[in-house]
């Protein structure tokens, strides 16, 4: 079983950055270290869609194309804690961020993520 809480949303405006992050908590045999993160976000009205994911090394990431450039993930496995740093923040990013988790394999696929935050709002005004 993973545990897993997110911190850092807020209201900002447009153009603003922040930095969200999730600390996650181990109960299983396995450690931090084992499993993929990544970060989906529910805007009002909207589906839950992909943000961002990372390898359990950090190595690897991908991101949604809309936050290119703009966003970045990353992980420090001695803190069981992932983040998000999001610069120049547009009004389209308002929403509800998750933290989600699954064992070994990233991937971007909502559907194949075991764990879940409950998630921190974050609000961008133009």
């Known amino acids: 079983q993973v545990q897993l809480v997110e911190s850092g949303g807020g209201a900002v405006q447009a153009g603003a950055s922040l930095r969200l992050s999730c600390m996650a908590s181990?109960?299983?045999?396995?450690?931090?270290?084992?499993?993929?993160m990544a970060w989906f976000r529910e805007a009002p009205g909207k589906e839950r869609e992909f943000v961002a994911a990372?390898?359990?090394?950090?190595?690897?990431?991908y991101y949604e194309d809309s936050v290119k450039g703009r966003f970045t993930i990353s992980r420090d496995n001695a803190k069981n804690t992932v983040y998000l740093q999001m610069n120049s923040l547009k009004f389209e990013d308002t929403a509800v961020y998750y933290c989600?988790?699954?064992?070994?394999?990233?991937?971007?696929?909502?559907?194949?993520?075991?764990?879940w935050g409950q998630g921190t709002q974050v609000t961008v005004s133009s």
């Open positions: 990372v390898s359990w090394s950090g190595e690897n990431t």
């Open positions: 181990v109960d299983s045999g396995l450690t931090f270290k084992s499993y993929a």
């Open positions: 989600a988790a699954r064992r070994f394999v990233v991937v971007t696929a909502q559907k194949e993520y075991d764990y």
